[in-house]
């Protein structure tokens, strides 16, 4: 694992460390990574990036626990003004090494969800916070209190398409 490869936000945790009772971690990103990231991801900024995780050791790899905060300024797609808000993201992800992977999935699709590889004996939890803020991202964002009311051109009697229904007798 580079730099390169996992983006911005990188915290490697050696899983051969984590003690049989399990591991808290906590993934704060710093301002020159909060403003990397708010670039990668569209973002007017991100002012705060936290996770705090519980890893547990198990027979199949590593399970991960634990939640996503940040505190972002998005640009409102109604009114192109920005805002701030927070999100919070809930995370449960399993590692597993990728020979320990099963070949293939269960028939129903809907029960299965494939571990995350452990690469060269490490996770990244700066790479999976990242990932569950991206997750989190509201693709249409609007500022609280801003609703979108669409009016049907239809009605407008001095459009550009009442001059041309006009022009063919329409009215």
Known sequence: MTPETVGPLSRLIDVMKIPPRGQEVHVEATPEECAA??????????????????????????HVTGVVKASITQVC?????????????????DFAEP????????????????PDEIVNGQIDLGALTAEFL???????PRKPGVDFSYQDPGDAKDSPFA???????GE
């Open 37 to 62: 990231l708010a670039q990668d991801f569209g973002l007017r900024g991100i002012q705060a990036l936290s996770g705090d995780y519980q890893l547990k050791a198990s027979a199949k790899g590593i």
């Open 77 to 93: 797609v109604t009114t192109l003004d920005p805002f701030d808000s927070r999100l919070e993201e809930e995370v449960e992800v």
């Open 99 to 114: 020979s320990g992977m099963p070949a293939e999935s269960p028939t129903d699709i809907n029960e299965y969800e494939p």
């Open 163 to 169: 001059a041309l229904n006009r022009l063919k007798g």
């Open 134 to 140: 991206a997750l989190g991202l509201d693709p249409y």
